[in-house]
């Protein structure tokens, strides 16, 4: 399997005004995709939360720290936001709530997208689904966890209709591009899984809650490893979205 370069990912979750998430929608698929890609970045997915109509989630991809900050500067400094920016800051509330991830291992980043992204103009969404799971750890993942997930979790995962298809952890290196700030001092790990539909998605959570394997194999040993509940994003790609 290839995987798309992206050894730094942004996990980035906006707090939109009541009503305006399908006006930055509108905006960032049609003004900001290939803009940001232009100067370096990866824009791997957009995202509707279909549990928050005023939230909007988003992730995009770097080379490393370096070309963070140098594709930052040269999108942020350059003519398409300078241009789009009032329009796009009217809609937010809030865009600071960012984790900065990294593949846990060489094979747990995102694959190689199946098709192309629907060009600029398209407007009909997928009807896929893409769950993203956030463990918060009590300290950091290390490698005796990460051969938990794969020998425990991934199974008994798969066993409910749910194969992850990345996965990350905190990215600890120093905020390159200050002007936009990340969450510090968390210790997570975030999987990502997707469906046909929301209907396979709502089955797999069933099966995972009725999981005798889950209950008895995967809970005690994950519940002493995490700091708080896990955190589950369900996930509407846009029309745009390169994963879907």
Not at 2 to 22: A, I, K
Not at 87 to 92: E, G, P, R, S, W
Not at 133 to 139: F, L, Q, V
């Amino acid at each position: 399997m290839s995987y798309v370069r992206c050894p730094v990912v942004e996990l980035r979750q906006y707090t939109l005004h009541p009503g305006q998430r399908d006006v930055l929608i509108s905006l960032f698929d049609r003004e900001f995709v290939e803009s940001q890609e232009a100067v370096g970045m990866t824009l791997l997915g957009q995202f509707r939360d279909l549990d928050d109509p005023d939230r909007f989630v988003w992730l995009r991809g770097f080379d490393d720290m370096p070309h963070r900050a140098e594709a930052l500067g040269r999108f942020y400094g350059g003519p398409i936001w300078k241009a789009h920016r009032e329009q796009a800051n009217a809609t937010m509330i809030d865009s600071d709530d960012v984790l900065l991830l990294r593949p846990v291992t060489a094979r747990t980043g995102f694959p190689s997208p199946a098709a192309a992204r629907p060009p600029a103009g398209e407007t009909t969404p997928p009807p896929s689904v893409v769950l993203a799971t956030i463990y918060y750890g009590a300290g950091p993942f290390d490698e005796t966890f990460v051969e938990f997930f794969d020998q425990e979790i991934c199974p008994a995962l798969a066993e409910a209709g749910a194969t992850p298809l990345a996965c990350l952890r905190s990215e600890h290196a120093a905020n390159t591009f200050p002007a936009l700030p990340v969450r510090t001092g968390e210790n997570v790990l975030v999987w990502f899984a997707r469906f046909a539909d929301e209907r396979h998605l709502i089955e797999h959570l069933d099966r995972l809650e009725h999981s005798d394997r889950w209950r008895e194999k995967v809970l005690p040993t994950l519940s002493a490893a995490l700091a708080r509940t896990p955190q589950r994003l369900r996930l509407a790609p846009t029309a745009r979205s390169l994963l879907r």
